[in-house]
C-alpha cells in the first residue's frame, strides 16, 4: 500500500471513528479537511509511508475520540494539525487559519512544543480542550517511540517527559489517558531498558 493509500485508509478510519462517536456532520467536513491538510507535509517530506510520523495526525484524532471522549469537530481537528515534535511537518498556522478557521488555529496553537522550558505550567494553565489536544498528541509519539530505532537520546528523553511531566497533568485532566501515559511509562524501561 502506497503513502496515498496509507493516507485515504487513515482518513477514512478517522472520519468512521468519528461519526460513530456522534461527531456532527459539520464537524466531519471540518476534520476531514484537516486531516488533509496535516498529511500535506508528510506526504511531501516523508519518503516512507511507514515512518513512525506518517500517520501521527489520525493516530492523534482517534487517541482524543477513543480516549479523551473528544467529540467536537474543532478540538479533533486542531489535535490533527498539532506537532510537538517535528517543526518540519507542522503546518503553518496561516495556512491552518485559512482552510479550518481561527476556532482551530487557536487551539493548535495553543497546544505546548515538547520543547518548552515551561512545559508543565503551560499545559496546566492550558483550557482543557488544549490540554487535551496536548496530551493526545505527545501520547501517539510516546506509544511509537519504539519505531525511533536509531535515535535513542530521543526514546529516553520522550518517556521520561512522559513520565515527569506528561503523566501527571493527564492525571489531573482525564482518568483514561493517564491509564494510557501510565501504561506506556510501565511498557517502556520492560522492552528498552531503563
Known sequence: MGGEDRGAAMAASVVRSARSAGVDDEGLELLSRAHLLAMEPRMRLLRDDHHPQFLHPGRTVLILLRDGGVTDGGVLSAAAVTESEDASLRVDPERVADVLGDGVRSIADRAPRSDSEVLAEELI??????????????????????????????????????????????????????MRYRHWCRTFPRRWGP
Do not use: F
Open 125 to 178: 494553565s492550558a483550557p482543557t480542550d488544549v490540554r487535551l489536544v496536548a496530551l493526545a498528541e505527545r501520547l501517539d509519539h510516546l506509544r511509537h517511540a519504539h519505531l525511533r530505532t536509531r535515535d535513542e537520546s530521543w526514546r529516553r528523553r520522550v518517556h521520561s517527559q512522559a513520565e515527569s511531566v506528561y503523566l501527571p497533568v493527564a492525571e489531573r485532566t482525564d482518568p483514561l489517558l493517564a
